[in-house]
Every structure is written in C-alpha cells, then in structure tokens.
C-alpha cells in the first residue's frame, strides 16, 4: 500500500500507554484519511452518549495521503472529538508543521483516550511515544508555550497546543499551532484541556512510500507553478482573505451587531485595503506558495495575522471600526487559544442583550476595553457573565434569554456571513457537518451571481456538490481548498497528485462517492449522539439562526429583506432527497447500503426507526 503510513496510533493518557492500529489498503479506499479517518474511529470506538469532556472521549489528529507531501497546500490536519460544545461530530482543520512531522513519525493519525494524572505533553517521534511533564507550561498562554517547546525539540518539529481557554474548558477553546493556526472550533481545544494535555509535538525523518515519486513530485512543481500564472494570484497575495471585507460590504453580508445588518458604516476602516496599507509581512502553512496570513502590528505593537473571518466577527458584528484593535482582540484570541469567530459571536450576543436590557452588565457595541475585559472574563471563566458566556452562544441565550438573539445552528456560532439574503448559505449553515460553519459549502459568492433570492433545487444542488468537494475531497487528502477556490487550481492536479502517490487510478467520481460516505456517517453519528443523550432528533436542527426570518435588514442596498420559512423548508427538503436522508434529516436506510455502511445502518437503527 503505498501513499499511506498505514498505522494509526493510540495513546491512552491515563495508562501512559500506546498500542498502534494497522489498517489495509480497503480502509484507505473506503475513507482516504483525514476526516474520513476520524468520523470512523469516533463511530467504531466512542461509547454512545459519551460526555465530551470525560476521559472516555476521544481527540483524533489525522492527515490524508497528501499530507505533508510537496504539493499545494498540503500541510493540513484534522483534529477532531466529540463535541462539548454541541454534543455532535466537530472537528477543525489546521495548517501546521504537525501535518508533517506527524506523517513522518511513521503514522497517518493519532487517536487519544483517558487523562492523564498532572499537566502533560506527549512527544511522538519516529515510533516512539514519550509522556513529559507539562506543569512549567500550563496556564502559559499558547504561543509562549509553543516557543519553549520548540526550543527543547527543535525547529524541525510540529506542534499542537492549547491555551488558558482550553485548560479552563472553555467550549470555545481551539488548538493551536504556528503562533496563529487555529482549528477545531467546536471546543476541540476543550477536549485536550479536561485530558490534562497541554501539547502534543511531532518528531521525524519517515517521509510516506510513493508510487512513484518522481512522478508526483513533477507535478507537484508543475501545479505550484500553475498556481502562480492564475489572474487571481496577483491580488490574492496583496490582500488574502481580507479582500472578502470588501465583497461582503458591497453585497450586504457583512455580519454587523450581532448579525442584525449586512453593511457597517465603518468597513473601509477594517477592510483588505485598510490591512494592505498596515501590512508588514506574510506567513503560512508548510507547501503553501499562495500565503493568506497577512500580519500587521496592533495597537500595542504586537504582531497580530489577519483574515477575513476573525476581521468579520471581530470587528463590524461587535461595532469595532479599528483594524489595530481588532488585530488585538484576535492575537489575545490566539494566545488564549479561543475560537475568534465564537468568541465575536458571544460578545455580539452579550451587546445585543445589554441593549435590550436582558443582562445588568452593560457591554456597548464597539466598546473595546469592555470587550477585551469580558473576553478576559469569559477565557478564566470568572464568575458572573464571563462564565456563562464560556459554555457557548446556545447556552448563554437560553440561560439568560433571548433565544432569538442567539446566531448558531446546532450550537455552533454561524461564520462570517450574513444571511437575510443569501438562502443557499443559510442553507449550507444548516447542513454542515459541524454545525453553522462555511468550511463545507462556501456557496455564497456562486450564490449572489445566481440570483441570490431564489429558493430552488440547483442551489440545494450546489451546496451538496460543494460539500462533497470542501467538506469531502479536500478534508479527506488533507489539503486546503484555497488553491481552488481564490485562484482556480483545478481538481485534477489534487486526483493526479493522488494517484502518484498511491497507484490508483480514481477520477472525481471516486471521491465523490467517498465524501458522501463520510457526509452520511458524520450525520449517523449526529443522530445517535442526539438519540442516546435523550434528546430527539428533528428537521428544526437543520434550521439557521431565527433572525434571518424574523428581523428584516434596517439598512443597505437590500433594506427590508429577510429569509422565507416556508421557501427555506422546501430547499431543505430538495436537499434531503438529493443526499438521501428522510423528512427528518436522518439518513435512509437504502442509503446507508448504497454507501457501504450497512453496519452503520444496523447500529443505528437500534437508537432510531430508520427509513428505507
């Protein structure tokens, strides 16, 4: 089996324990890596029901066979657990040296259970697993303690870390790496906190066997320099994704108070233009020759990367028309270890509730110094609004009030785009794998140049067609999906890479049918999670946030919009019958069995009455 380590390692923390999970060349084809790894081994091997932040769940780190190789933006992994946030499937995508090096210390994924007795780290290096005491690290912010570790273990090492957010089990809490690279907004970072690991670092020289080596790395030098000769490439390597400032300004999406308006008086203060006149470098993932993080010094002078989605939430949902001070509230995010677009929903929620007088804390759009102080209050869990904040947009609204106020799905804070006037994004929010989140089905840039009011099939269509590609294809090789969506690097140079490197001959249509695999199974477990903590499944989960309906745009070019709730419901069924789920948004039992899953099908059944 070349292309694949072929082993996964498991990590108990509790027993200081490993053992190493061989897997053939079926299971590589049935779910390629990444996320199709994780969504696997959390449905083979956590107990239903589960709580997310026992010993007994499971933190999953996987990469795909492109993973680490030469090639476009292949230094990607995921992260994944069940989550405390939602009690679903989350996981998170993160470009790191840990990509790498995980890949060449011999194993294509690590899987961790227990927790460990006092603050620890964990070394895996060329087959080898050491457990080191992490007390010197804990309540050090993240990138203070990835500094220390990367002088104990080198720079050729890759590292995985949490923060004071993540320690204090914040449901927010991400991991991070590369002072910067944050992944697993479902309180992935949560998860590592209540095993007591601080960090887990990577170590290696084993480079994965190849096919034919020579081969792939022609073209992989043939796509890098394809990458460079695209029209976009040019502008892209100005601005990134601070540029979609700008766009979503212009098209009415732009999240403002609390995802109330689409448009903020104060965008060109925040926008890719105001960034590229502050800009004083780049960084970027391992492989990356399109770099996104554009830096900037904050209003301390501290450095401080930026994109769009951080900018978003961090800036006009709170009122904030100040790139320096946003680019502080995003490096104090980072250094917490907090998810950015979480946290500016949740202090978005806690504006919008002071002025409706649902709280006694008074907290003004735009007020930076309270917004730094809560954020502050929310990372150590301080008693009073801080603590309840910590547990999540959901929980905080249904705590205090003000349900209607409070943009998620699922439980999960929606990313940065409006949409009273995009019914595909709300769309594609609804039916993530994770909850409201763009990483699966970015449609709405197709959407507004498709007739952006429409509610019909070719938009459920889309969606599911992006899903299978974002949220399939590219988080299963683990690759990023940049390339392809900012510049037009086309598929084939990911399924040639592929083939290269393991001596398969797929086309697309391999890779479609395993993304919808993963789709049905991520769903599955979903289910079951929902079903075995005594809650009932329903369509109603597959809705966005309330407001979209209910509380029409006061301002902009589109003043007076707001979604349809019955057109939404009839899109959403569009979408059920294309992916082969029924009325409720669980998947059919035909469709399990089309999709190789009939064991899946049988233990599920056994939680819910499925149809055939």
């Given at each position: 089996?070349?292309?694949?380590?072929?082993?996964?390692?498991?990590?108990?923390?509790?027993?200081?324990?490993?053992?190493?999970?061989?897997?053939?060349?079926?299971?590589?084809?049935?779910?390629?890596?990444?996320?199709?790894?994780?969504?696997?081994?959390?449905?083979?091997?956590?107990?239903?029901?589960?709580?997310?932040?026992?010993?007994?769940?499971?933190?999953?780190?996987?990469?795909?066979?492109?993973?680490?190789?030469?090639?476009?933006?292949?230094?990607?992994?995921?992260?994944?657990?069940?989550?405390?946030?939602?009690?679903?499937?989350?996981?998170?995508?993160?470009?790191?040296?840990?990509?790498?090096?995980?890949?060449?210390?011999?194993?294509?994924?690590?899987?961790?259970?227990?927790?460990?007795?006092?603050?620890?780290?964990?070394?895996?290096?060329?087959?080898?697993?050491?457990?080191?005491?992490?007390?010197?690290?804990?309540?050090?912010?993240?990138?203070?303690?990835?500094?220390?570790?990367?002088?104990?273990?080198?720079?050729?090492?890759?590292?995985?870390?949490?923060?004071?957010?993540?320690?204090?089990?914040?449901?927010?809490?991400?991991?991070?790496?590369?002072?910067?690279?944050?992944?697993?907004?479902?309180?992935?970072?949560?998860?590592?906190?209540?095993?007591?690991?601080?960090?887990?670092?990577?170590?290696?020289?084993?480079?994965?066997?190849?096919?034919?080596?020579?081969?792939?790395?022609?073209?992989?030098?043939?796509?890098?320099?394809?990458?460079?000769?695209?029209?976009?490439?040019?502008?892209?390597?100005?601005?990134?994704?601070?540029?979609?400032?700008?766009?979503?300004?212009?098209?009415?999406?732009?999240?403002?108070?609390?995802?109330?308006?689409?448009?903020?008086?104060?965008?060109?203060?925040?926008?890719?233009?105001?960034?590229?006149?502050?800009?004083?470098?780049?960084?970027?993932?391992?492989?990356?020759?399109?770099?996104?993080?554009?830096?900037?010094?904050?209003?301390?002078?501290?450095?401080?990367?930026?994109?769009?989605?951080?900018?978003?939430?961090?800036?006009?949902?709170?009122?904030?028309?100040?790139?320096?001070?946003?680019?502080?509230l995003n490096r104090l995010a980072d250094m917490w270890g907090i998810d950015t677009i979480g946290?500016?929903?949740?202090?978005?929620?806690?504006?919008?509730?002071?002025?409706?007088?649902?709280?006694?804390?008074?907290?003004?759009?735009?007020?930076?110094?309270?917004?730094?102080?809560?954020?502050?209050?929310?990372?150590?869990?301080?008693?009073?609004?801080?603590?309840?904040?910590?547990?999540?947009?959901?929980?905080?609204?249904?705590?205090?009030?003000?349900?209607?106020?409070?943009?998620?799905?699922?439980?999960?804070?929606?990313?940065?785009?409006?949409?009273?006037?995009?019914?595909?994004?709300?769309?594609?929010?609804?039916?993530?794998?994770?909850?409201?989140?763009?990483?699966?089905?970015?449609?709405?840039?197709?959407?507004?140049?498709?007739?952006?009011?429409?509610?019909?099939?070719?938009?459920?269509?889309?969606?599911?067609?992006?899903?299978?590609?974002?949220?399939?294809?590219?988080?299963?090789?683990?690759?990023?999906?940049?390339?392809?969506?900012?510049?037009?690097?086309?598929?084939?140079?990911?399924?040639?890479?592929?083939?290269?490197?393991?001596?398969?001959?797929?086309?697309?249509?391999?890779?479609?049918?395993?993304?919808?695999?993963?789709?049905?199974?991520?769903?599955?477990?979903?289910?079951?999670?929902?079903?075995?903590?005594?809650?009932?499944?329903?369509?109603?989960?597959?809705?966005?946030?309330?407001?979209?309906?209910?509380?029409?745009?006061?301002?902009?070019?589109?003043?007076?919009?707001?979604?349809?709730?019955?057109?939404?419901?009839?899109?959403?069924?569009?979408?059920?019958?294309?992916?082969?789920?029924?009325?409720?948004?669980?998947?059919?039992?035909?469709?399990?069995?089309?999709?190789?899953?009939?064991?899946?099908?049988?233990?599920?059944?056994?939680?819910?009455?499925?149809?055939?």
């Amino acid at each position: 089996m070349k292309g694949w380590n072929g082993k996964i390692l498991w990590i108990d923390l509790t027993s200081k324990s490993v053992k190493i999970q061989e897997y053939d060349g079926d299971f590589a084809k049935t779910y390629i890596g990444g996320r199709g790894f994780a969504v696997r081994l959390l449905w083979d091997h956590l107990a239903p029901g589960t709580d997310p932040l026992s010993p007994d769940n499971i933190l999953v780190i996987a990469t795909g066979p492109l993973t680490g190789l030469p090639g476009p933006s292949t230094g990607k992994l995921v992260v994944a657990a069940k989550s405390p946030l939602t009690h679903g499937y989350g996981d998170g995508n993160i470009g790191s040296k840990a990509a790498v090096y995980l890949r060449y210390s011999g194993y294509d994924a690590v899987a961790i259970t227990g927790k460990a007795e006092k603050p620890t780290y964990v070394h895996v290096s060329d087959g080898k697993v050491e457990f080191l005491a992490a007390d010197d690290l804990w309540g050090k912010d993240t990138f203070t303690s990835e500094r220390s570790l990367v002088k104990r273990h080198g720079r050729n090492s890759g590292i995985l870390v949490i923060g004071p957010a993540g320690e204090n089990l914040v449901k927010l809490a991400t991991i991070i790496s590369q002072e910067g690279r944050s992944g697993g907004r479902p309180g992935i970072g949560a998860v590592m906190g209540s095993k007591n690991l601080k960090a887990v670092v990577f170590t290696g020289e084993r480079a994965p066997e190849l096919y034919d080596e020579d081969k792939y790395r022609r073209l992989a030098a043939r796509a890098y320099a394809e990458i460079k000769e695209k029209p976009a490439y040019s502008f892209w390597m100005r601005q990134g994704t601070m540029m979609t400032v700008q766009w979503s300004q212009a098209n009415s999406v732009l999240p403002t108070y609390n995802f109330n308006e689409g448009v903020f008086d104060e965008s060109e203060k925040i926008d890719g233009n105001a960034m590229e006149r502050m800009k004083v470098g780049q960084r970027g993932c391992p492989n990356c020759n399109m770099t996104c993080g554009n830096y900037i010094y904050d209003d301390k002078g501290e450095v401080s990367e930026l994109d769009y989605e951080n900018v978003a939430m961090l800036g006009s949902n709170i009122g904030l028309g100040d790139l320096r001070r946003v680019a502080r509230l995003n490096r104090l995010a980072d250094m917490w270890g907090i998810d950015t677009i979480g946290l500016g929903s949740v202090l978005a929620f806690a504006a919008e509730a002071s002025e409706k007088k649902l709280i006694k804390e008074n907290v003004e759009w735009g007020d930076f110094d309270r917004f730094v102080s809560l954020s502050e209050d929310i990372v150590y869990r301080r008693p009073g609004l801080g603590e309840v904040l910590a547990e999540g947009v959901e929980h905080a609204s249904r705590t205090i009030g003000g349900e209607d106020l409070a943009v998620h799905v699922k439980g999960l804070s929606v990313s940065a785009y409006d949409c009273h006037t995009a019914p595909a994004m709300a769309l594609s929010y609804g039916v993530s794998s994770i909850g409201a989140h763009h990483k699966d089905a970015w449609v709405i840039s197709w959407e507004v140049s498709h007739g952006r009011f429409e509610y019909t099939r070719a938009k459920a269509e889309r969606v599911f067609e992006l899903q299978r590609i974002r949220g399939g294809l590219f988080e299963v090789l683990v690759s990023c999906r940049l390339p392809w969506v900012e510049v037009g690097l086309e598929l084939d140079w990911y399924i040639n890479l592929f083939n290269a490197a393991t001596g398969l001959k797929w086309r697309l249509e391999d890779f479609m049918v395993v993304s919808e695999r993963v789709l049905n199974l991520i769903r599955a477990f979903w289910v079951r999670e929902y079903v075995a903590e005594g809650k009932r499944w329903s369509r109603a989960l597959d809705y966005p946030p309330s407001k979209w309906f209910t509380r029409p745009l006061t301002k902009g070019p589109f003043k007076g919009a707001r979604l349809d709730a019955q057109r939404y419901d009839e899109m959403l069924g569009a979408y059920y019958n294309l992916i082969g789920w029924d009325h409720r948004g669980i998947p059919r039992a035909s469709t399990l069995e089309r999709l190789g899953l009939s064991d899946v099908r049988d233990k599920l059944g056994k939680w819910v009455d499925l149809t055939q």
